[in-house]
């Protein structure tokens, strides 16, 4: 597995080895003993979830508080998505930073997004499998939500002049400064 930096050090590109012949291709998504080593710690999880979503729709930016905060693992499975994670740490030199990075099933790619860190995402394709392994269970007491469009995170969605289609909930997100402290 390849293990590739972005502008966040503690959020992770995670390239699985792909082994392709005329039959079609086997990739190992998920080694409790490569992950480890490649976060340099161990990492437990504790909950599936499996998303679909068609073109246009944006999920996020959700995170949990502590005590329930959760780390990530996320990968699509069919189709393309533009994948983000923003620091929401306070105490954080990085704090409200953001990157992003395109995950397909064509690259394979899967995004580890600690805890600290709201995600989302932006379906690319007609429509979207989305995986997601979490380090803790989905608490409703401690979910929180940022907009999407926050001008002080200034994520750079690749919209062109579409509009997202959002649920009711993260159109009435709060911006990051509204948002109760993670730290």
């Known amino acids: 597995m390849k293990v590739i930096p972005t502008t966040l050090s503690e959020v992770l590109i995670l390239e699985p080895t792909v082994f392709r012949d005329e039959r079609g291709y086997f990739l190992e998504s998920f080694n409790q003993h490569v992950l480890d080593e490649a976060l340099g710690q161990h990492i437990e999880f504790v909950q599936d979830n499996h998303s679909r979503s068609t073109r246009g729709v944006l999920r996020g930016l959700h995170f949990q508080r502590a005590p329930r905060a959760q780390g990530k693992l996320v990968r699509v499975s069919q189709g393309r998505v533009f994948d983000v994670a923003v620091d929401v740490r306070r105490s954080s030199p990085s704090f409200g930073h953001w990157t992003g990075v395109e995950l397909s099933e064509e690259n394979h790619r899967q995004l580890w997004i600690p805890p600290g ?14 995986l997601y392994k979490l380090t803790d269970f989905y608490t409703p007491a401690f979910e929180a939500s940022i907009r999407w469009d926050d001008p002080a995170i200034g994520i750079r969605w690749p919209l062109g002049a579409s509009i997202p289609r959002l649920s009711s909930k993260d159109s009435a997100a709060p911006t990051l400064a509204e948002v109760p402290a993670f730290d």
């Open 117 to 130: 860190f709201a995600h989302g995402f932006l379906v690319l394709s007609d429509s979207a499998d989305f």
